[in-house]
T-cell receptor, first 113, second 109 residues
Framework: DTAVSQTPKYLVTQMGNDKSIKCEQN?????MYWYKQDSKKFLKIMFS???????INETVPNRFSPKSPDKAHLNLHINSLELGDSAVYFC????????????FGQGTRLTVV | AQRVTQPEKLLSVFKGAPVELKCNYS??????LFWYVQYSRQRLQLLLR??SRESIKGFTADLNKGETSFHLKKPFAQEEDSAMYYC???????????FGAGTRLFVKA
């Protein structure tokens, strides 16, 4: 059983398109995140949701709109894709309170051409 | 401000040599600190956390609040330790986990 799963694994699209990445966790966690890993492997937090509420938005362009329909899902929609959006996007989840270990999805490699 | 600094982008050692991956942090409260590892073509996974004070795969890390450091150490590196290592800090409550830039460890035969 995959704890945190993202789809798709690879996404190649043209500039200007709109695309979505889906994330689901079956760990019963109350917090979910999106991270962006650039070509230099730097991992930067984008969003954090707790119980479906946006907690953290790290100055991400408003072309990026996360949506959390329930605690187990956090989807990322990106409008008007740009070349600079090419990266690996990781979804993660954790539980607030005691053990805050983050569990990661396998990543979505987005390539904008 | 919450910040994690890993000064080395690449660390290359010979098999059997000691290894130390440096991590310094900035946080005003009581942070939770972690080391995560990403092996080739695998997802990021937890290696160890400071509160458990355990040794995983021979790695240990001690939280030094005076120096605000959480360096990762292993006395004898193995080839299978080659991976990307990230130091991470979680704020009180756990709503925000931020990562350092990562250090690529390469263990040569």
């Amino acid at each position: 059983d995959t704890a945190v799963s993202q789809t798709p694994k690879y996404l190649v699209t043209q500039m200007g398109n709109d695309k979505s990445i889906k994330c689901e966790q079956n760990l019963g966690h109350d917090t979910m995140y999106w991270y962006k890993q650039d070509s230099k492997k730097f991992l930067k937090i984008m969003f954090s949701y707790n119980n479906k509420e946006l907690i953290i938005n790290e100055t991400v362009p408003n072309r990026f709109s996360p949506k959390s329909p329930d605690k187990a899902h956090l989807n990322l929609h990106i409008n008007s894709l740009e070349l600079g959006d090419s990266a690996v996007y990781f979804c993660a989840s954790s539980q607030t309170g005691g053990n805050t270990e983050a569990f990661f999805g396998q990543g979505t490699r987005l390539t904008v051409v | 401000a919450q910040r994690v600094t890993q000064p080395e982008k690449l660390l290359s050692v010979f098999k059997g040599a000691p290894v130390e991956l440096k991590c310094n942090y900035s946080y005003s409260g009581s942070p939770e600190l972690f080391w995560y590892v990403q092996y080739s073509r695998q997802r990021l996974q937890l290696l160890l956390r400071h509160i458990s004070r355990e040794s995983i795969k021979g790695f240990t890390a001690d939280l030094n609040k005076g120096e605000t450091s959480f360096h990762l150490k292993k006395p004898f590196a193995q080839e299978e330790d080659s991976a990307m290592y990230y130091c991470a800090l979680s704020n009180t409550g756990g709503f925000k986990t931020i990562f350092g830039a990562g250090t690529r460890l390469f263990v040569k035969a």
